[in-house]
């Protein structure tokens, strides 16, 4: 609002809205793919490599999206001053 004058607080709700269940779709299709590459039988008798690449689905994953999520954080173009700086503009219009 701060650059253009205008909300889009619609528009961010929309692609929020939009990414979580693009990304609930996505999870789901590559969680089965996963689990067929490893060999997983569900209810079935999994051997040891089976259950640790199981295992490594949960793991190494999040791992490496919590990683990305620091990355972008620390990267986060608006710190406390600059904050405070686009509230006194917009309550100045």
Do not use: C, W
């Amino acid at each position: 609002m701060v650059n253009t004058g205008h909300l889009r607080t619609g528009l961010f709700y929309a692609l929020l809205s939009m990414t979580e269940k693009i990304g609930g779709a996505v999870a789901i299709g590559i969680t089965y793919m996963a689990l067929d590459l490893i060999g997983f039988i569900p209810g079935g008798n999994n051997d040891k490599d089976v259950i640790s690449s199981f295992e490594m689905l949960f793991i190494i994953p999040r791992m490496l999206f919590n990683l990305m999520i620091a990355i972008i954080i620390l990267g986060f173009p608006i710190d406390k001053a600059r904050q405070e700086y686009n509230r006194k503009v917009i309550e100045g219009r």
